[in-house]
């Protein structure tokens, strides 16, 4: 490649991500703006720094309750999705018994299904088993919906373990339950924190479900709990703006900490899909 | 080959009580909750479909097909479908071409390509509701970039997200740009998968850049673009999140899609039958999309 041509893709580069930059840091810095200056500053830094609107946010109830809220989803999400496609993926991986194959297919079945096709009878379903606003009202269907994939993920890994492993653990007398806890899943540590990632990051950012089976603001993760502070401030844009950055920071700073991670779990979670 | 590895890797055991035991105890739990949050309300959305039902008590005035008539003769349920079918159309006209230039740049040598490749991955990190919002403000006719441009010129400024004209082109760009990230990233695992010796030796033979990306790169990475192009046109028939917060539906229902389609006009209306027949249409798009696509385009990747 010539030099031309480099410092022209270089500068191609700089543009996108100016563009890709440009809204992000005016919504950080319009938190910090007065409602006069934002009328007229957009993507400048901020003329007076106004501290209120981040301290009053960062000062409430209400932003840490969104954010544990998101936070006990997402874990009771991840930790049930873990055990049970382990367990199901391990039994699929190792044992050959009457209709496997069929219920291997059912599951896989939910690789098809848009999630939000059936969202109202979903709905009815969760009304009926009285989970209508509540948490598990959402794990469970978060749980039900990641299971195909993360089946699909583990019993792969599962099956690329030296099979001359499980020969000889079963020679020692060692069961199928040991061998799954103390081989199995300490050698699959890399495989689980993708299906660990991918779970999370859908239920992080999972909207239709909450919106649809929680009711009460107390329960709202922060996708509802930012929505609806918008409308109650719709007039307000710096506070807004400020609850914006503060809920998409944790987003942002896990991504940072486990970038590669992250990113690997989720182009794999594609890719093996 | 494959077969080699699988009769290497099949279990060859017969089954024990231990395995027996594995069987009924692991299975179940997982295979109950998907059954009954995933399979059940698939299997009921086609049977509420048939009747004029509100939720409460059991679904009993059946109407036949009426509701897909009601589905389909509806002006606003055709312009989500039009909507829907634009978000494919940019997706895989401007999204996905735009995300390979991108991820070729940044592939190579260029200086900060770690850099660049975590920010363009930025925006798909932030959750649809955050980053629609983000371009609520941006696309503000009082605060947003349309109020800046229109003072830097003297002119009144334009409510993009209130005009029935703009207001859909809108929420495209927005697409755009929270996810040619991803897809750049797909991209990029797929290109360092490209053995670099087989570039180098077309160098030797005079290749120019051009007909290496033609003859060499791109056929090499057509398995990663058959899969994005799934990817994408799946995604963008579920669109719902990112519609929400721009312009939730509006104005004058001229920007939903699908699933916004089913939740307005459905869920918040408890309007069963009729929402459950939008899932089925949505349903059957999808399955259909992802059937014929994959026998036509991925048989061998």
Same mark, same amino acid.
């Given at each position: ?83 049970? %496609? ?59 919906? %990641? ?9 792969? @890994? ?10 000889? @653990? ?32 859908? %239920? ?70 | 080959?494959?077969?080699?590895? $699988?009769? $290497? ?50 679904? +009993? ?133 490209? +053995? ?44 719902? +999140? ?60």
């Amino acid at each position: 490649m010539n030099g031309l041509a480099a410092i022209a893709i270089f500068g191609a580069l700089v543009v996108v991500a100016g563009i890709v930059l440009v809204p992000i840091l005016a919504t950080v810095f319009g938190g910090f703006k007065d409602l006069g200056e934002l009328r007229v500053n957009l993507l400048g830094l901020p003329r007076h720094w106004v501290w209120s609107g981040y301290w009053d946010i960062l000062a409430s109830v209400r932003y840490w309750r969104v954010l544990g809220n998101s936070l006990l989803i997402a874990l009771l999400t991840v930790a049930l999705t873990l055990a049970l %496609s382990s367990m199901t993926a391990f039994a699929f991986a190792h044992l050959k018994f009457f209709g496997d194959k069929f219920l291997l297919n059912y599951l896989m079945l939910g690789l098809l299904f848009p999630a939000a096709t059936a969202i109202l009878p979903l709905f009815i379903k969760i009304r009926d088993l009285g989970l209508l606003d509540s948490y598990w009202g959402v794990v469970l269907p978060q749980v039900a919906f %990641s299971l195909a994939m993360a089946v699909l993920l583990l019993r792969n @890994a599962f099956k690329q373990l030296p099979a001359e492993l499980l020969d000889a @653990a079963m020679m020692d007398g060692c069961g199928y339950f040991r061998y799954f806890l103390f081989i199995t899943l300490p050698l699959s540590g890399p495989i689980l924190s993708t299906v660990a990632v991918i779970s999370f990051v859908a %239920s992080w950012n999972g909207y239709l479900l909450p919106l649809v089976v929680l009711d009460s603001e107390s329960r709202y993760p922060w996708t509802l709990g930012l929505m609806a502070f918008q409308g109650q401030y719709n007039t307000s844009w710096q506070l807004v703006l400020a609850f914006i950055t503060l809920t998409i920071l944790p987003a942002i700073l896990m991504f940072l900490m486990a970038q590669r991670y992250i990113v690997a779990g989720l182009t794999a979670g594609a890719l093996k899909g | 080959m494959s077969t080699v590895e $699988q009769a $290497q890797f099949e279990p060859a055991r017969r089954m024990t009580a231990n395995s027996w035991a594995v069987v009924v105890i692991f299975l179940p739990p997982a295979l109950l909750l998907f059954t009954i949050f995933v399979a059940l309300p698939m299997a009921e959305a086609g049977w509420y479909s048939f009747y004029n039902w509100n939720g409460y008590g059991r679904p +009993d005035r059946f109407i036949g097909l009426k509701n897909y008539g009601y589905v389909f003769g509806n002006a606003v349920f055709a312009r989500a479908l039009v909507n829907n079918g634009l978000v494919i159309a940019v997706s895989l006209l401007i999204q996905l071409p735009l995300a390979l230039a991108v991820a070729l740049a940044v592939a190579g040598r260029v200086v900060g390509a770690v850099t660049f490749r975590m920010i363009f991955f930025l925006p798909y990190v932030l959750a649809d509701v955050g980053a629609g919002l983000i371009w609520r403000y941006m696309f503000d006719g009082d605060y947003g970039l349309p109020a800046t441009i229109a003072g830097d010129l003297g002119t009144p400024s334009v409510y993009l997200l209130a005009s029935k004209d703009w207001a859909f082109a809108a929420v495209l760009v927005v697409i755009v740009w929270k996810y040619f990230g991803f897809y750049m990233m797909l991209y990029v695992a797929g290109l360092q998968g490209i +053995d670099k010796s087989l570039l180098e030796a077309a160098e030797m033979d005079g290749a120019g850049p051009f007909q290496r990306f033609r003859h060499i790169t791109l056929p090499l990475l057509g398995p990663m673009i058959r899969l994005s192009i799934f990817f994408s046109v799946v995604g963008s028939l579920q669109l719902f +999140d990112i519609v929400v917060p721009l312009t939730g539906g509006g104005p004058f229902d001229t920007t939903h899609t699908m699933v916004s389609f089913l939740y307005y006009f459905g869920i918040t209306r408890m309007r069963v039958g009729f929402g459950s027949a939008v899932g089925v249409v949505l349903f059957i798009i999808c399955v259909t999309f992802a059937f014929g696509y994959r026998r036509a385009f991925m048989r061998n990747d």
